[in-house]
């Protein structure tokens, strides 16, 4: 796989942009994300293989090859999983082009690919029905909002409320959970790419879902806010678009 040639700008001295620095960098992401894929995924079968060539020469597993094949596995599928969502990071902006959105369309494709658990209960708020956006990116944006409050609740049950309206500014989205929230310490930090407060023995992921908020946050040239919640729990983040991101509807 192979990414279109690229024009490098440089500027007086020779010395290569920092725009076109970091575009590079993200087109050495997007290509390492998608073709080390392709070997992650046959490490996955792997262990299996082996498995069944021991039972099948009808030798025993014992306890510890059954716990370092398991671990293979899972170490294996962390690694899938984090490339499959660097692959998502390297995507936002590319191959579309700011269109009318309907954000209840939006949330209903998150939906389908992102469930809430059995025990939440998922409302949403939509006063201001579009947005001028890449359809990827907007799935991105919802996915991760929600993804990042349904992983690192710490109840069976809850809530998660999507909301949009609209203001001089311009149109602003926003999630609300109950969870446990983010210290303010460490609101800056969850942003950051691969970043988790937790470690991922505690909570399957990469750290990248608010990294990919921020991204697209960025790319529209967008606010994030973190706002306040009812009491001393919860999460609750907007995003505010500028103008240019509103349409009629």
Not at 155 to 182: A, N
């Amino acid at each position: 796989m192979s990414l279109p040639e690229r024009k490098v700008d440089t500027n007086t001295s020779g010395v290569v942009s920092i725009e076109n620095a970091a575009q590079e960098f993200e087109d050495f992401i997007y290509l390492v994300s998608h073709d080390v894929r392709n070997s992650v995924r046959a490490l996955l079968e792997l262990p299996q293989w082996i498995e069944e060539d021991i039972r099948d020469a009808g030798l025993p597993i014992s306890e510890s090859l059954a716990g370092n094949i398991e671990l293979m596995n899972t170490h294996t599928r962390r690694l899938d999983r984090m490339l499959i969502d660097l692959l998502v990071y390297s995507r936002i902006g590319r191959m579309q082009e700011s269109v009318q959105l309907d954000w209840n369309t939006v949330i209903d494709t998150t939906l389908d690919q992102v469930p809430v658990p059995q025990g939440f209960e998922l409302t949403r708020e939509i006063h201001s029905p579009t947005i001028f956006l890449g359809e990827h990116d907007a799935l991105t944006l919802v996915s991760s909002l929600l993804s990042n409050s349904i992983k690192h609740h710490d109840s069976e049950t809850g809530f998660i409320k999507i909301s949009t309206h609209d203001t001089p500014q311009g149109p602003v989205l926003s999630v609300w959970d109950d969870g446990p929230g983010i210290p303010q310490k460490s609101r800056e930090k969850v942003f950051e790419v691969m970043t988790t407060l937790k470690p991922r023995d505690e909570i399957e992921g990469s750290g990248m879902g608010l990294a990919n908020v921020r991204k697209i946050a960025n790319l529209y040239k967008a606010q994030i806010e973190w706002l306040p919640t009812d009491d001393t729990r919860g999460t609750r983040i907007a995003i505010r678009f500028p103008k240019s991101c509103r349409t009629a509807g």
